[in-house]
């Protein structure tokens, strides 16, 4: 009986610790360029010949690139 016990609780933890890590890869890795990009493209950043078009939303975005940071925006085009 104890033996099931454990092997309840080590799933539990187990669980726990890969629900932990999605979470975190979801809230404080996920950079992609989709986020926290306005309409108005900040200063020091250049328009270049890149546009990507999101195949689930048929959006078209310009890329502008920042030389001395090596930051990207991305700007909805219409």
Excluded: W
Excluded at 12 to 28: H, K, N, R
Excluded at 31 to 46: A, D, M, Q
């Amino acid at each position: 009986m104890t033996t099931f016990l454990g092997i309840g609780i080590y799933l539990l933890f187990q669980i726990s610790i890969a629900l932990v890590c999605i979470l975190l890869g979801y809230f404080i890795y996920d950079k992609r360029y989709k986020r926290n990009h306005g309409k108005e493209v900040p200063k020091g950043f250049e328009v270049t010949n890149e546009v990507n078009l999101d195949p689930v939303t048929g959006e078209k975005k310009r890329v502008y690139y920042n030389a001395e940071t090596g930051e990207r925006f991305y700007r909805k085009e219409k």
